[in-house]
T-cell receptor, first 111, second 115 residues
Framework: RKEVEQDPGPFNVPEGATVAFNCTYS??????FFWYRQDCRKEPKLLMS???SGNEDGRFTAQLNRASQYISLLIRDSKLSDSATYLC????????????FGGGTRVLVKP | EAQVTQNPRYLITVTGKKLTVTCSQN?????MSWYRQDPGLGLRQIYY???????DKGDVPEGYKVSRKEKRNFPLILESPSPNQTSLYFC??????????????FGPGTRLTVT
């Protein structure tokens, strides 16, 4: 099993709709989780951090399910500018700030 | 403006010709790291540095070297590039303090092609 797994998509979403996707992780000791956003051929940028059960920032909501070892990202009222690849990131502190990246979930918001 | 810069942004080279990709950050971050990104394989860590003069291997260090002589700079060296090192490379930095250690700032990327 991969350390961090994501559905690669693409998720084709009508503008204004809600989309949600999950990320599963294998290390039950992980305490914090991150969603990064990456536009095509650009650098990843931090979108949200999740340190407890979840986090909300505007139209974006991240939730953590420790029992089932997955985190989810929900985007409400999707905008065309939300089209990107969303990377799930899990740190492994024992290896010095090491981040393990999921393969990413591609989201395409269409008019 | 807080940023991570990389140079060059694009490079086409031939097998065996030594090259260096520079990375510099202006945020006084202790931690710096290099990643490569390949289709279907995602982002993989090459080397990282927890602070000046401290470097360690990531997941795919073979064929690469790094140095950390100054806090702001973390160059990636390919002594004898091969075609399988054709990839998109990202440099990243973060603070070593608490949770900020995992909030990494990435450079714009260097697209390397080795023929």
């Amino acid at each position: 099993r991969k350390e961090v797994e994501q559905d690669p998509g693409p998720f084709n979403v009508p503008e204004g709709a809600t989309v949600a996707f999950n990320c599963t992780y294998s290390n039950s000791a992980s305490q914090s989780f991150f969603w990064y956003r990456q536009d095509c051929r650009k650098e990843p940028k931090l979108l949200m951090s999740v340190y407890s059960s979840g986090n909300e920032d505007g139209r974006f909501t991240a939730q953590l399910n420790r029992a089932s070892q997955y985190i989810s990202l929900l985007i409400r009222d999707s905008k065309l500018s939300d089209s990107a690849t969303y990377l799930c990131v899990v740190p492994y502190k024992a290896a010095g700030n090491k981040l393990t990246f999921g393969g990413g979930t591609r989201v395409l918001v269409k008019p | 403006e807080a940023q991570v810069t990389q140079n060059p942004r694009y490079l086409i080279t031939v097998t065996g010709k030594k090259l260096t990709v520079t990375c510099s950050q202006n945020m006084n971050h202790e931690y710096m790291s290099w990643y490569r990104q390949d289709p279907g394989l995602g982002l993989r860590q090459i080397y990282y540095s927890m602070n000046v003069e401290v470097t360690d291997k990531g997941d795919v260090p073979e064929g690469y070297k790094v140095s950390r002589k100054e806090k702001r700079n973390f160059p990636l060296i390919l002594e004898s590039p091969s075609p399988n090192q054709t990839s998109l490379y990202f440099c990243a930095s973060s603070s070593n303090r608490d949770r900020r250690a995992y909030e990494q700032y990435f450079g714009p990327g260097t697209r390397l092609t080795v023929t």
